[in-house]
């Protein structure tokens, strides 16, 4: 049987720009990406902290240390900038898999560079 299991969290992201009229996603700052073992297109799920909205879209990426959390699209609605966020993705694994599989913890400071990363 294979589980859908938490594989990475960004927590804390600031959303710092909203593109109504774009094809849809989710634009992350690539050192992000990277720290959190995201991959562009990939899907995700966004959750606000500020309005409690949560939405699925895909990552797009978005410039290296630039900070950019930018939700595009129909996502654009979903908040404003300065809102905190937190980005999760999902992987199957299988039982062997998971007997050493550990999730990645990302956390971001208000100019959303990384402030910490940890495995659990």
């Known amino acids: 049987m294979m589980r859908i299991i938490l594989k990475s969290k960004v927590s804390y992201a600031t959303i710092t720009d909203l593109q109504l009229y774009y094809k849809g996603s989710i634009t ?14 990939e899907r995700v799920d ?13 990552v797009i990426k978005g410039e290296r240390g630039s900070g950019m959390i930018c939700l595009n699209g129909p996502a654009a609605r979903s908040g404003y900038k300065g ?6 993705s999902y992987g199957c694994y ?9 999730s990645k913890f990302v956390e971001l400071d208000e100019q959303n560079k990384i402030k910490n990363s940890y495995l659990a």
Do not use: C
Not at 28 to 41: G, N, R, S
Not at 83 to 88: G, L, S
Not at 94 to 102: A, M
């Open 28 to 41: 992350i700052d690539e050192d992000i990406m990277d720290m959190a073992d995201l991959k562009e297109h």
């Open 94 to 102: 299988n039982p062997e898999e998971l007997k050493t599989f550990k």
């Open 46 to 58: 966004v959750l606000n902290l500020n309005n409690g909205v949560r939405l699925q879209t895909y």
């Open 83 to 88: 809102d905190k966020i937190i980005i999760i």
